[in-house]
């Protein structure tokens, strides 16, 4: 009897370990982030730069203080935009006014600060792209016709908008 109950108690756990294992097997099986959104400055103003996919058309966008602490950055400003129209533009400007077809639900970000980290990820029915991290001066140090794009982790890289337009369209 003392045996019997070993072993069922055995297979048990053994079956809650398989479940869990392939839970985060699913988990972990999230389609790749895209690069589908770039950021720079036009006319001194900072521009987000967008490319789509047939099956990703972004419709949200959210810049957010970068910090070390969750809470610093989820209570911190930001700016959140929405499309409400039939599609995204190519590119559309980060702060001020929103476009025509966008709406802002949180416009509490107004001016970037110097020296601030900031995070912008656009989103596609909640699937996000790559995020940018930077700041107000790497955006100044750009050159003509450069963009900061996504790289894995958590930073960015300075192609030109070229290169990001061939990397957005060879990721769809």
């Known amino acids: 009897m003392l045996v019997r109950r070993r072993t069922r108690v055995s297979g048990r756990v053994v079956g809650t370990f398989a479940a869990l294992a392939t839970l985060a097997g ?3 099986c999230r389609p790749a982030a895209k ?9 001194g103003q900072p521009t ?5 996919c047939p099956d990703f058309q972004i419709d949200a966008i959210s810049v957010y203080v970068e910090s070390g602490s969750a809470t610093a950055a989820a209570s911190g400003p930001g700016r959140r935009l929405e499309r409400t129209g039939p599609q995204a533009p190519d590119r559309m400007p980060l702060l001020g006014q ?5 709406s802002a639900s949180d416009s509490s970000l107004t001016a970037l ?6 995070g912008l990820t656009a989103y596609a029915h909640a699937q996000p792209t790559l995020t940018i991290t930077f700041t107000a001066e790497e955006l100044a140090a750009l050159g003509v016709g450069e963009v900061l794009v996504g790289k894995q982790p958590s930073s960015h890289e300075k192609v030109t908008e070229k290169e990001f337009r061939k990397r957005a369209e060879d990721s769809c």
Not at 48 to 52: E, G, I, M, P, R
């Open 98 to 102: 929103p476009p025509a077809g966008w």
């Open 113 to 118: 600060a110097p020296g601030q980290a900031y």
């Open 48 to 52: 987000v730069l967008l490319a789509t």
């Open 35 to 43: 690069p589908l959104a770039a950021v720079r400055l036009d006319g």
């Open 26 to 28: 699913l988990a972990a």
